[in-house]
């Protein structure tokens, strides 16, 4: 069974302190590994696939990295606006509901001015 | 241009009664997904529609839990009997065929059940 796990499940940080989400993750055969950001009363907003070990992605102050086992969401310098919960999920290569993303329960930032 | 709609946005509804929830994915996007999340969950999957092969519902909870997709766009999800249990926020998301696509979330339907 696929399972997604990330940690810490909250997270305070100054405004300009950096710091980094974890998702470790279990799957049968990994055909994608996607972050995403919810805001309170809205659906996920995509932010990054990833799909082997060894790469990276970035966006403004956000870097996704990816291994066989974990994947990291760095945030450098983060602001007030990029307070949300982020989201982490893989797309399997088989198996019963592939084509559907398995989350994790997220990680809640919170960024103080 | 226009994202992922569902509608409607809150249904409030009483224990036994059946609710219909609808999601108008992006134009274009062959592949529909419904997810359910719960408080303090994570996002969980439901079913999955790509064109016109049969949809996968390994991840419906139970029997009274049905969705259809019409002419390849609109699709209903459709809840029997509710219970307070299928309290929850119905997420609809659409996406382009291929290997690992990114998936398109709509904003959700709260669904409550007293």
């Known amino acids: 069974e696929d399972q997604v796990t990330q940690s810490p499940e909250a997270l305070r940080l100054q405004e300009g302190e950096s710091s980094s989400l974890n998702c470790s993750y279990t799957v049968s055969g990994l055909r994608g590994l996607f972050w995403y950001r919810q805001d309170p009363g809205k659906g996920p907003e995509f932010l990054f696939t990833l799909y082997s070990a060894g790469e990276e992605k970035e966006k403004e102050r956000l870097k996704a990295t990816l291994t066989k086992k974990e994947s990291f969401l760095h945030i450098t310098a983060p602001k007030p606006e990029d307070s949300a919960t982020y989201l982490c999920a893989v797309q399997a290569v088989m198996g019963g509901g592939a084509d559907g993303l398995t989350f994790g329960k997220g990680t809640h930032l919170i960024i103080q001015p | 241009g226009a994202g992922v709609s569902q509608s409607p946005s809150n249904k409030v509804t009483e224990k036994g009664k059946d609710v219909e929830l609808r999601c108008d994915p992006i134009?274009?996007?062959?592949?529909l997904y419904w997810y359910r999340q719960s408080l303090g969950q994570g996002l969980e999957f439901l079913i999955y529609f790509q064109g016109n092969s049969a949809p996968d519902k390994s991840g419906l909870p139970s029997d009274r839990f049905s969705a259809e997709r019409t002419g390849g766009s609109v699709s209903t999800l459709t809840i029997q009997r509710t219970q307070q249990e299928d309290s929850a926020v119905y997420l609809c998301?659409?996406?382009?065929?291929?290997?690992?696509?990114?998936?398109?979330f709509g904003p959700g339907t709260r669904l409550t059940v007293l």
């Open positions: 998301a659409s996406s382009t065929a291929g290997l690992a696509p990114e998936q398109f």
């Open positions: 134009s274009g996007h062959t592949a």
